[in-house]
């Protein structure tokens, strides 16, 4: 007996046939297969792209959250320092009314010779000789020839508090007050209403008068400077002088010294340049007169 295949009986499609269907059938899930992969890299790529918006948005509200923060500390800083400004203008503007003001002029005249300009020499057995004119010397003479500098010196308190007054700065001078020579430049007390005068000397050679003003000792300026403070030590004013009191002139060989008249110096008075708030924690300075 002949067996067959149920795939031989009749009515059945040929073995051949079947084939060529099969191979349809895998033609047809191998596109079925490409067709869902495409599908799925499309929604892949979609869900990519979404979630790369979704992570650039998110960083965008990053960002705008610090950016928002930091405009919030700026503000939150600045108001505090505004705070602190006009908390330390009104602390400023209390120490300014204990802060004495005190006049200073200065004046040529020497009570030892009674001459009316600044310069005097030494002259035979150490007395000193006002030159009062055009004097000639040699430039040979720069270390024989002493020379003497007398400014007085008028301190006049015209505020309704005690003022203490301290030469920091003299300009290689000596200061005298009340017959005793300022060791360390004071302080001197002026009371308000009152006027105290000081007497300021300096030695120097021809060499000295003949220096630059950038040297450190000029001998042909009056450089002096002055602090006035008050009872408490609250507030320091700056005062400077800062003037020729001798006109040197020559041409190298042969040097005429001439002091600066009285009537000419318009130079005489210090100016207070700079206030100093000692008492506060940061000092502050105002570099204009008050």
Known sequence: MVVT?????????????????????TMLATFGTLAAAIVAGIFAGLAARATREQANAAATDVALARRAL???EADAIAARLEAERATRWAEE?????????????????????????????QGEQGRWVPVEGPEP?????????????????????????????????????????EGIVLGGGGPIWVMPGEREWVRWERFVRLGDLL???DAPVCGSRFRVEAWVRDAGMNVRDVYKFDGPITVVDGNGIDIRLLPV??????????YPVERVYTRLATASVVTEAV
Do not use: C, K
């Open 70 to 72: 930091e405009v919030t």
């Open 5 to 25: 295949g149920w795939w031989n009986l009749p009515g059945w499609p040929l073995a051949d046939e079947w084939a060529a269907f099969w191979g349809f059938g």
């Open 211 to 213: 220096a630059n003003e």
């Open 93 to 121: 503007r209390r120490l300014d009314g204990l802060a004495p003001s005190v006049f200073m002029e200065a004046f040529p005249e020497s009570r030892d010779s009674g001459t009316g300009f600044f310069l005097e020499r």
């Open 261 to 270: 008249s009285p009537a000419g110096w318009v130079d005489r008075v210090a």
């Open 137 to 177: 010397f040699d430039v040979d003479d720069h270390r024989r020839t002493l020379f003497r500098q007398v400014v007085q010196i008028l301190l006049r308190n015209v505020s309704s508090v005690p003022a203490r007054v301290d030469f920091e700065r003299p300009d290689n001078g000596r200061l005298w007050y």
